[in-house]
């Protein structure tokens, strides 16, 4: 890590931090101590804190290139169509007629596969994915993503965007939900190959980059830079990554699902090959989830305090518990089964985020029934249920059924037609 700190990639700014850089760093010293235990970091490394300063300024470059392209006006030598880039993201740049050289250089890079990516692992992985069933969903929403909001600069430009907040609350947790469970599908994961069309996850994942690029395109002239760091920089990517695949595994267990040392490395593998798709900076790909828990720890570190736009997120995903329609629950009680989702929801995220990041998103703090019933259930079906003949088959159709039921409840019976692009 030490020795990639002197490396300056094209579009940083060299030398510099933004403000929020370590701006909070007794109170995320507090919040991190849970994860500096189980995630056994022996202490804090000044080298990758550094580089971690430096990923602020850092964009994704090829995807940068991209965006520009297809803002250019039309008639201008070079410029990519939006047609263009939803045929290149079916079929492969391959199939474009004439790819102008930005579309070509983006998809050259995505369609060809890392040299370390084993596939069989990686599909392992999806199926240890695909065995957590609701218990990822509800990992990656509470921990994961509103315990994301506990820190500035990422929650701001969701704010800007509305990504997350009024009436697009519902959508856009409905399109994150659907882009988790796409990589849980066997194959999913495949660039377009001789004709064939890509894989849904892979078509997803690199959909997640090319808006990325175009959020960075749209907001970096008027951004606050020299406060936030770029829009969507290479540290708070690594900051995404690790809430996906470290802090997944971790809250799995926390909910009571045994996770082994080949189950973990697999699921690592898996998300390490989504990462790249997504342009996470080499530095910050890793198999080993101790490793990953050790840059999570820094990671932490290294951000600011909250700010106004975190509490404001939080709320609207709770108040969003009761817009979704949930199958299967007869209409008069979908009023019941919305207000049970959210007191769900708060006990859980209690335990999960703990009483001074309840009170800082304000949030009303809960016991911790949701927990312990879903440790009980958990310990019933992986270790008693999930250890009998054809156990893990049973699970991995389970996880699949609560996935997808999860999915409709955010849907409302809507076509799950995201990433489309033209």
């Keep these: 890590m030490s020795a990639a700190a002197d490396v300056t990639p094209q579009g940083s700014l060299p030398g510099t931090t933004p403000t929020r850089f370590m701006a909070g760093v007794e109170r995320n010293r ?55 880039v939803r045929r290149a993201l079916e079929y492969g740049v391959g199939s474009v007629p004439d790819a102008p050289p930005a579309l070509i250089e983006f998809f050259s890079l995505v369609e060809a596969e890392p040299d370390w990516l084993d596939r069989a692992l990686l599909e392992e992985g999806a199926r240890v994915f695909r065995r957590l069933g609701q218990n990822a969903q509800d990992v990656l929403l509470q921990l994961s993503l509103v315990g994301g909001y506990r820190f500035g600069g990422p929650t701001d430009l969701l704010v800007a965007t509305g990504a997350l907040t009024g009436g697009a609350t ?62 969507i920089n290479q540290a708070d990517q690594a900051s995404t990554l690790g809430l996906f695949d470290g802090v997944l595994l971790i809250g799995s267990r926390a909910l009571g699902v045994p996770i082994n040392k ?19 900076d080499d530095d910050f790909l890793v198999d080993d989830e101790w490793e990953r828990h050790r840059i999570d ?34 209409a008069p009680l979908q009023g019941l089964r919305g207000r049970f989702e959210r007191e769900r929801l708060l006990s859980m995220l209690t335990v999960f985020l703990g009483p001074e990041s309840m009170r800082e998103l304000g949030l009303p703090m809960r016991p911790p029934w949701a927990h312990a019933y ?31 039921w999860v999915l409709d409840s955010y849907f409302e019976g809507k076509p799950e037609d995201i990433g489309r692009i033209g």
């Design 30 to 84: 507090r919040l991190g101590r849970p994860l500096k235990l189980v995630g056994r970091v022996k202490g804090v490394d000044e080298d990758l804190l550094a580089r971690i300063g430096e990923a602020m300024m850092e964009r994704d470059e090829p995807g940068a290139r991209l965006a520009d392209a297809i803002r250019l006006r039309a008639g201008v030598p070079g410029r990519v169509t939006m047609e263009q």
């Design 170 to 231: 519902l959508r856009r947790l409905a399109e994150t939900q659907k882009w988790g469970a796409s990589l849980t599908e066997p194959g999913s994961l495949v660039a377009p190959r001789d004709g064939a069309p890509a894989g849904e996850g892979w078509r997803l994942t690199v959909h997640v980059r090319l808006m990325h690029a175009m959020v960075n395109h749209a907001f970096e002239p008027n951004w606050d830079s020299a406060r936030w760091g770029l829009p």
């Design 262 to 280: 080949q189950e973990s490395r697999a699921v690592m593998h898996l998300w390490k090959y989504v990462g790249w798709l997504i342009g996470v």
């Design 297 to 330: 720890y820094h990671v932490l570190l290294a951000q600011g305090p909250m700010s106004d736009a975190g509490p404001k997120l939080a709320q609207a995903v709770v108040a969003t518990q009761a817009e979704r329609t949930y199958p299967g629950v007869p």
């Design 374 to 404: 879903l440790v009980g259930l958990n310990t019933l079906r992986y270790r008693v249920l999930g250890r009998l003949p054809g156990g893990k088959d049973r699970l991995t159709r389970w996880g699949k059924r609560r996935t997808q």
